[in-house]
């Protein structure tokens, strides 16, 4: 218990000002945990509100054993300082920073500013409210229509084309370009009106 507490301790004390764990004790019934190595089963989920940790356990870690956790973690989050409509860009002057129970949040809401400055609202956000992964999306580099440069590149070459593209496009998102009247591809958007093809 004692390893499991540190470890949530270590994944969460960035977060706030206080740190409060309560940890559900294994059942007595079974045999002691050798050499205990703690680990979440999802690295990607927040370790926040109830969480399940799983404990490798002896000299080889081939036992796996779990437990339940309340984390409550008291800190800083940000809310829309005022109403912010549909396809509104948010910028710093938009948000506000409020103080409370981290772990009663969703596991999508959006903490930190840098997560959400630069974003564009997907729906109208009422003053007050949290920011959900679903509520913002990137701002578009590419429109549907636009000519765009695409760099496809590979083990010793790389060859660069003029296309249309087909569909909007944030940062990151492979969209389709057209080439041409027939030649369609799938590409990444890189940069504005510049998508990338790896082979």
Known sequence: MQNVQQFLHGRTQALGEEVMIDL?????HLPACVQPEPFLPNPDASPLG????GVR??????????????????????VAAEDLPRDTRITPDLLRQQSGNLGELS??????????????????????????????????????????SVVAKGSGFRVS????????????????????????LDARVISDGLLGIDF
């Open 24 to 28: 559900r004790p294994p059942s007595p």
């Open 50 to 53: 109830r969480v399940t940790v």
């Open 57 to 78: 356990c002896g000299k080889q870690h081939r036992k796996v054993r779990y437990m339940q956790a309340q984390v409550d973690v008291i800190g800083q989050y940000v």
């Open 107 to 148: 596991s999508r809401t959006l903490v930190l500013e840098d997560d959400v400055v630069g974003n564009i609202t997907r729906r109208s956000i009422r003053s007050g409210s949290t920011f959900q992964t679903q509520d913002v999306r990137a701002p578009l580099m590419v429109k549907r229509g636009d000519a765009v």
């Open 161 to 184: 084309r003029e296309g249309k593209a087909m569909e909007n496009g944030s940062q990151g998102e492979q969209i389709r370009v057209r080439f041409g009247r027939r030649e369609i």
